[in-house]
């Protein structure tokens, strides 16, 4: 169910081809071991507008799910008739749904009591089970769309716990130190070094000139690490978990309005309480005094309400989340205009404003969703500063850099690729080879994939220089060249 629905009886693949036995059989298998009335059956093949043979080819497709099932033999589970009813006799253990909501709940109480190890191996089990969207091939009516929409909201939930055992497991390291090489006006230099000679030694750089753009900007809505809001020289907490919830629904789109409907959506999910309205007027209320020194020049109230939506009168560089994706961004282009030192004094800049965890203490699906975002942003950007520094010739730090956010991200290939072009150019030939192994390893084990290309490129161009005791120069420029 986890992906396109298949079953499988002893390694032998009876899903039916047919898109109604499919939708049946995904019918069936959503309650497993249960009797489903024929009349539920029939509203999950044919929506609100069955045909008036309906029941008759309900039959037929049962028929030939039942000839497709018994191709593997005494082993495959029953489709049962009873009254006005069928049944899969299929135990709830042995679909991969059941197994997954099993494996995340033991995660999420492995993590509440203080075992992120075991928390997160469980919840990378749990994640292997997805081969793609839930009930991929299959078309949804009723309640089929709802059970794939619970299943995706369990999908990103068990992401954000896994994002969270792994931050339990390696504590959010302080990045401010990185934005201060670029916080004093550097030194203009007339010399440059010549293309022939070896890459200076970091002590040996000179400072990259400021620029428009990398300014110390100071955002006044921060939602990388706790939510606060800064008020002339102090910050303060955003209010009440939910009330930063709010805030953070709100400073995610700034400008634009933002349904009150999806306000409690994004906090309650399918279960808000009664007083739903109340509860996020009485927030805005209380949000209002906090943000009034923020709002956008000429505007007469921050937070303005109209047509049933709420619109936050910011900048988008008054809030952090917005400003860390623009300086990923415009690292990322300055990297690809060949300007290293630009994109490295961006991406530092961008990860200077993380202070913790996304969203930390928020609740609600918004906030569980946007932090699993937040945190791939973050990861790009340490990845964009360390693939800078190598272009600088900033090697030893770089190979101490990835080496860390690989432990944290096993499975990233792109990280693991710009490890081992790092460790190469740093003379470690053999380790880089031996991280390629173990990347390839932990993929087969827990993904059940090979090496995408990028990692077999740059095997392959370490491999070729294996006739040299060290990199020449030669060898150094071909893998300077991104595969």
């Given at each position: 169910?986890?992906?396109?629905?298949?079953?499988?009886?002893?390694?032998?693949?009876?899903?039916?081809?047919?898109?109604?036995?499919?939708?049946?059989?995904?019918?069936?298998?959503?309650?497993?071991?249960?009797?489903?009335?024929?009349?539920?059956?029939?509203?999950?093949?044919?929506?609100?507008?069955?045909?008036?043979?309906?029941?008759?080819?309900?039959?037929?497709?049962?028929?030939?799910?039942?000839?497709?099932?018994?191709?593997?033999?005494?082993?495959a589970p029953a489709v049962v008739h009873r009254h006005k009813a069928y049944l899969l006799a299929i135990e709830a253990g042995q679909l991969d749904a059941d197994l997954f909501t099993d494996l995340v709940g033991r995660g999420r109480s492995e993590?509440?009591?203080?075992?992120?190890?075991?928390?997160?191996?469980?919840?990378?089990?749990?994640?292997?089970?997805?081969?793609?969207?839930?009930?991929?091939?299959?078309?949804?009516?009723?309640?089929?769309?709802?059970?794939?929409?619970?299943?995706?909201?369990?999908?990103?939930?068990?992401?954000?716990?896994?994002?969270?055992?792994?931050?339990?497991?390696?504590?959010?390291?302080?990045?401010?130190?990185?934005?201060?090489?670029?916080?004093?006006?550097?030194?203009?230099?007339?010399?440059?070094?010549?293309?022939?000679?070896?890459?200076?030694?970091?002590?040996?750089?000179?400072?990259?000139?400021?620029?428009?753009?990398?300014?110390?900007?100071?955002?006044?809505?921060?939602?990388?690490?706790?939510?606060?809001?800064?008020?002339?020289?102090?910050?303060?907490?955003?209010?009440?978990?939910?009330?930063?919830?709010?805030?953070?629904?709100?400073?995610?789109?700034?400008?634009?309005?933002?349904?009150?409907?999806?306000?409690?959506?994004?906090?309650?999910?399918?279960?808000?309480?009664?007083?739903?309205?109340?509860?996020?007027?009485?927030?805005?209320?209380?949000?209002?005094?906090?943000?009034?020194?923020?709002?956008?020049?000429?505007?007469?109230?921050?937070?303005?309400?109209?047509?049933?939506?709420?619109?936050?009168?910011?900048?988008?560089?008054?809030?952090?989340?917005?400003?860390?994706?623009?300086?990923?961004?415009?690292?990322?282009?300055?990297?690809?205009?060949?300007?290293?030192?630009?994109?490295?004094?961006?991406?530092?800049?961008?990860?200077?404003?993380?202070?913790?965890?996304?969203?930390?203490?928020?609740?609600?699906?918004?906030?569980?969703?946007?932090?699993?975002?937040?945190?791939?942003?973050?990861?790009?950007?340490?990845?964009?500063?360390?693939?800078?520094?190598?272009?600088?010739?900033?090697?030893?730090?770089?190979?101490?850099?990835?080496?860390?956010?690989?432990?944290?991200?096993?499975?990233?290939?792109?990280?693991?690729?710009?490890?081992?072009?790092?460790?190469?150019?740093?003379?470690?030939?053999?380790?880089?080879?031996?991280?390629?192994?173990?990347?390839?390893?932990?993929?087969?084990?827990?993904?059940?994939?090979?090496?995408?290309?990028?990692?077999?490129?740059?095997?392959?161009?370490?491999?070729?220089?294996?006739?040299?005791?060290?990199?020449?120069?030669?060898?150094?420029?071909?893998?300077?060249?991104?595969?």
């Amino acid at each position: 169910m986890l992906g396109p629905v298949r079953i499988i009886v002893d390694g032998t693949d009876v899903t039916p081809t047919g898109t109604r036995a499919r939708t049946l059989l995904a019918a069936l298998m959503s309650e497993p071991g249960t009797p489903v009335p024929t009349s539920r059956l029939i509203g999950d093949l044919w929506g609100s507008r069955p045909p008036r043979d309906a029941p008759g080819q309900l039959m037929s497709h049962v028929s030939r799910l039942r000839r497709r099932l018994a191709e593997a033999g005494d082993a495959a589970p029953a489709v049962v008739h009873r009254h006005k009813a069928y049944l899969l006799a299929i135990e709830a253990g042995q679909l991969d749904a059941d197994l997954f909501t099993d494996l995340v709940g033991r995660g999420r109480s492995e993590l509440a009591h203080g075992r992120a190890t075991e928390a997160h191996r469980l919840l990378v089990r749990a994640l292997v089970l997805w081969r793609g969207d839930a009930f991929t091939g299959v078309p949804l009516h009723g309640r089929l769309g709802e059970q794939k929409r619970h299943l995706q909201q369990a999908h990103t939930a068990a992401l954000a716990l896994r994002v969270e055992a792994e931050q339990e497991l390696r504590p959010f390291p302080d990045l401010t130190h990185l934005n201060a090489p670029f916080t004093a006006t550097s030194k203009s230099r007339s010399s440059r070094t010549p293309a022939t000679s070896p890459a200076p030694r970091a002590a040996d750089r000179p400072e990259t000139p400021r620029r428009a753009g990398a300014d110390d900007q100071q955002p006044v809505i921060r939602l990388l690490g706790r939510p606060r809001i800064r008020r002339e020289a102090e910050e303060v907490r955003a209010g009440s978990p939910g009330q930063a919830a709010v805030l953070a629904m709100l400073a995610d789109r700034p400008g634009a309005p933002v349904a009150t409907d999806e306000l409690i959506d994004g906090l309650w999910g399918e279960q808000p309480p009664g007083s739903a309205m109340a509860i996020i007027r009485n927030y805005v209320s209380r949000l209002r005094p906090l943000l009034r020194h923020a709002r956008t020049p000429g505007i007469a109230d921050i937070l303005v309400h109209h047509a049933g939506a709420y619109t936050l009168h910011v900048a988008p560089k008054a809030v952090d989340v917005p400003l860390v994706t623009t300086r990923a961004r415009e690292a990322s282009a300055a990297l690809s205009a060949g300007d290293p030192a630009r994109a490295r004094e961006l991406a530092a800049a961008g990860l200077a404003l993380w202070t913790g965890r996304a969203l930390v203490g928020v609740p609600g699906p918004f906030a569980d969703q946007r932090r699993l975002a937040l945190h791939e942003e973050l990861t790009r950007l340490q990845v964009l500063h360390a693939e800078a520094g190598i272009d600088l010739g900033l090697v030893e730090d770089a190979v101490a850099s990835l080496t860390t956010l690989s432990a944290e991200h096993p499975l990233h290939e792109a990280v693991a690729a710009l490890l081992m072009r790092a460790l190469f150019l740093a003379g470690r030939r053999d380790d880089a080879l031996a991280h390629h192994a173990f990347t390839a390893r932990i993929l087969g084990e827990e993904l059940g994939v090979d090496p995408g290309d990028a990692l077999t490129s740059i095997r392959d161009r370490i491999t070729a220089a294996a006739s040299e005791p060290r990199p020449s120069s030669r060898k150094r420029r071909q893998l300077d060249s991104r595969p």
